[in-house]
């Protein structure tokens, strides 16, 4: 009897050896890293050698090289380890419908083997994460942006370099969760947000009607403040009358030497129509490098009021020509509606700023509606339907 639980012992101690030898533990000697996506198109890859050497390419964070401490080192290997990360699948995939998600992907190298798995943010993934890879990407993410709350903070100033103060600052979007609070800006154009985890944020600047006039993205790393600077055209300009016989409708590109938009410059024409009549003058198609350029929209004269214009949206299209894209909206009186008996002609003045040289196209889409009022006496806009979108086109060159 002793000699047989003798010779189960043995055989036990030398299965153990013969796995032991032939099969050792595998190390991890590197990890290679990668994400991509999102709103703001984010591309880096992080590549750590086993005496913890890092390497991050990214095209928002530029290039850089540094070393984790051992403990750091240490510290990622066991986070890898204690996730099975051998036993995962390989994919963990976005669901349909979903979009501005990041995509991740992780090799892990070994004494002799590799492996990699790919996913995609847990909001935007068609199945569960496991737990133990939502910790490693985690870990990384650390690694890259720190740990802690940041910040950002800068300076909001018009195109000649002017502070513009009581201007609204906040993060519109975000690839973590953000202090929905809007900083506003002080006599000098400074703002400052605090409380930010890290992440990567788009943060917007409004005007005093609530008008996004400006938008830029920034990385804010844990414990630390980021620097976001803006330069911001003015909020657009709105008149009723300025513009009699002055704008044909259409399209018109103005160069003067600043921002006309201004309060120094409003506030130098005592007469309003004055103002107007500068800004025809400075009408051409080739305005150049040193202008400061803006674009009117003009309805053209109309015997009595009631007749509006308003920009919902302006985007820059970056393409050659480039294209400014105008979203507007005119709206005529409808029968029975109280008008007064004057010459009116609805303009919108745009400020855009100073151009690069090249060719520009300057493209209105025009959707038209017919105002009347319902019997409580609030107004009804009926969208006139159309087989044909109209649209606004005009070319000019900087040189």
């Not at 991890?28 to 590549?47: M, P, Y």
């Not at 201007?167 to 975000?174: K, L, M």
């Not at 330069?231 to 300009?237: A, F, H, N, Y």
């Amino acid at each position: 009897m002793y000699m047989f639980i003798i010779w189960v012992a043995l055989a036990v101690v030398a299965v153990f050896a013969y796995s032991f030898l032939w099969n050792p533990p595998q190390n991890i000697t590197g990890v290679a890293w990668s994400r991509s996506g999102g709103f703001a198109g984010i591309d880096e890859t992080l590549t750590i050698g086993s005496d913890g050497s890092v390497a991050l390419s990214s095209n928002l964070l530029g290039d850089a090289e540094f070393t984790l401490t051992d403990a750091e080192w240490e510290e990622l290997v066991a986070l890898i380890e204690d996730s099975g990360f051998m036993e995962l699948e390989a994919t963990y995939g976005a669901k349909a419908g979903v979009a501005d998600f990041f995509s991740y992907s992780l090799t892990v190298e070994m004494d002799s083997t590799s492996k990699q798995v790919q996913w995609v943010d847990e909001w935007a993934s068609k199945g569960v994460l496991p737990e133990g890879l939502a910790e490693v990407g985690e870990g990384i993410l650390d690694i890259i942006q720190g740990t802690g709350t940041g910040g950002v903070e800068g300076v909001v100033s018009d195109d000649s370099g002017n502070p513009l103060p009581g201007y609204s600052v906040s993060i519109i979007r975000g690839s973590a969760g953000f202090p929905e609070i809007a900083a506003i800006t002080g006599t000098d154009g400074h703002y400052s947000i605090g409380g930010v985890p890290p992440g990567v944020f788009a943060l917007g600047v409004r005007g005093e009607t609530g008008e996004l006039l400006a938008e830029d993205t920034v990385v804010v790393r844990g414990g630390e403040t980021s620097s976001l600077d803006f330069s911001v055209r003015g909020e657009i300009l709105y008149d009723q009358s300025g513009g009699v016989g002055l704008f044909e409708e259409g399209i018109h590109i103005i160069a003067t030497e600043g921002d006309p938009t201004a309060p120094d410059v409003m506030e130098g024409y005592e007469v309003r129509n004055d103002f107007w009549a500068m800004l025809r003058d400075a009408s051409t198609l080739t305005p150049s490098t040193e202008d400061f350029v803006s674009v009117i929209i003009s309805r053209g004269d109309h015997p009595t009021g009631g007749f509006q214009i308003r920009v919902e949206s302006f985007a820059w299209q970056e393409s050659y020509p480039v294209v400014f894209r105008f979203e507007v909206d005119l709206t005529d009186p409808g029968e029975g509606v109280m008008v007064t008996e004057a010459l009116t002609n609805p303009v919108a003045l745009i400020p855009v700023g100073r151009l690069d040289p090249g060719l520009y196209i300057a493209r209105v889409h025009i959707d038209s509606f017919i105002m009347t009022y319902d019997d409580a006496g609030t107004p009804v806009y009926d969208q006139v339907e159309t087989l044909v979108e109209e649209v606004w086109e005009t070319e000019f060159e900087v040189s």
